[in-house]
């Protein structure tokens, strides 16, 4: 089998790449990683060489391209089946594929206000309206999935899985922006951060210099939105 290459964006920054890498990883099979740094001169017309899109995450596969990272996860469940990625009983699963599609097509508060930022901490900010929809939505989301469909397990579904993968970038946002929410979200974000994919990803996002402006907060700023 051909080795799969994943193209994603900053660590620091680019919550879909993370969402990409995270499906590559989970496979257990042989990855090349090539990271293009987002927002240069050139990084358009790198991206442009792998993706007809012009963004991350690309997986390519031998002669075979995916780009999206929703996209890149289904394939990567095609690769590996024997992994876990959606639950089996159909409820679960229906649940596990709505939420993680409200995720892709969704949440706009946090995405424009709040943006992936591993190396940065602020703490006591208020969450303006829209901003505070989303981190109440994902909150009873989380609660609503182990509550129902979690009799065991630290994740969503029991196990690490393809809406894990979705919701793993709000997880980072919330422990950036010192989002407080529920006990059972607490220990579900717990258990996301310290998951040996996310700590690998998380270390190599800590030791990269670059900065990129669209996912900074200005100085001194007390909201969000």
Known sequence: MSTLTIIIGNKNYSSWSLRGWLAARHTGLPLKEVKVDLYTPSSKAELLEHSPTGMVPVLEHGDTTVWDSFAIIDYCARLAPEKFWWPEDAAAYAFARSISAEMHSGFMGLRTHAPMNLKGRWAGLTLAGKVADDVARADALWCQARKT?????????????????????????????????SPTARAYMDAVLAHPLMQEWSAEGLKETAIIAGGEIPEGAKQLG
């Open 149 to 181: 469909f979690c009799p065991e397990g630290d994740f969503l579904f029991g196990d690490f899985s393809a809406a894990d993968m979705m919701f793993a970038p709000v997880v980072t946002r919330f422990k950036t922006y010192g989002i407080t929410v």
